[in-house]
Antibody, heavy 120, light 107 residues
Framework: QVQLQESGPGLVKPSQTLSLTCTVS??????????WSWIRQHPGKGLEWIGC???????YYNPSLRSRVTISVDTSKSQLSLKLSSVTAADTAVYYC????????????WGQGTMVTVSS | DIQMTQSPSSLSASVGDRVTITCRAS??????LNWYQHKPGKAPKLLIY???SLQSGAPSRFSGSGSGTDFTLTISSLQPEDFATYYC?????????FGQGTKVEIK
């Protein structure tokens, strides 16, 4: 059974870097059939795609966040990570990691999400 | 970016009702359209991919149709566990974008 679990600080100060980890179980994170994404949901709003990483190491980011985002994978720990620098209150959101299935380019498995609040 | 617009934003329906949600893309996305169900505090679930293909494990009362710019998600007979928010998402181009969601509530 494939499971994704996000973890990280629930509170980050403005101007600091938000760092989250997604632990993947039940599937190899280095499988070529999948890619790995971060998606967020601002309070009371819809879903926003942050970016993704493929097994090749290629990354793709939302242009609106590209200058501040880094997504990486640690295959030895089976973990996906997200770093978002210079955060503001506008980055307060629930952050989800998701597995992408390459054949139909669809997010087929999601984590439950972790709430991150940006506040001093 | 491709804008995805869902309608309605919310609806009230009764158990057993047929429910239809529409999603419109700002440009043609062929059949690169997916539907997700999201309940508060839970992981979103994939229901429909490639506009009309039912995800394994999703109930058969869910169906999708459409191509180009106009798409529909239909629930043939609403069940208590279907009360949730539904999102469409395009996988035609980067950045991937979602609709604003349609909240299905109990009448």
């Amino acid at each position: 059974q494939v499971q994704l679990q996000e973890s990280g600080p629930g509170l980050v100060k403005p101007s600091q870097t938000l760092s989250l980890t997604c632990t993947v179980s039940g599937v190899s994170i280095s499988s070529g059939g999948y890619f790995w994404s971060w998606i967020r949901q601002h309070p009371g709003k819809g879903l926003e795609w942050i970016g993704c990483i493929y097994y090749s190491g290629n990354t793709y980011y939302n242009p609106s966040l590209r200058s501040r985002v880094t997504i990486s994978v640690d295959t030895s720990k089976s973990q996906l990570s997200l770093k978002l620098s210079s955060v503001t209150a506008a980055d307060t959101a629930v952050y989800y990691c998701a597995r992408g299935e390459r054949g139909y380019d669809v997010f087929d498995i999601w984590g439950q999400g972790t709430m991150v609040t940006v506040s001093s | 970016d491709i804008q995805m617009t869902q309608s309605p934003s919310s609806l009230s329906a009764s158990v057993g009702d047929r429910v239809t949600i529409t999603c419109r893309a700002s440009q043609s996305i062929a059949s690169y359209l997916n539907w997700y169900q999201h309940k508060p505090g839970k992981a979103p679930k994939l229901l429909i991919y490639a506009a009309s293909s039912l995800q394994s494990g999703a109930p058969s009362r869910f169906s999708g149709s459409g191509s180009g710019t106009d798409f529909t998600l239909t629930i043939s007979s609403l069940q208590p566990e279907d009360f949730a928010t539904y999102y469409c998402q395009q996988s035609f181009s980067t950045p991937r974008t979602f609709g604003q969601g349609t909240k299905v509530e109990i009448k």
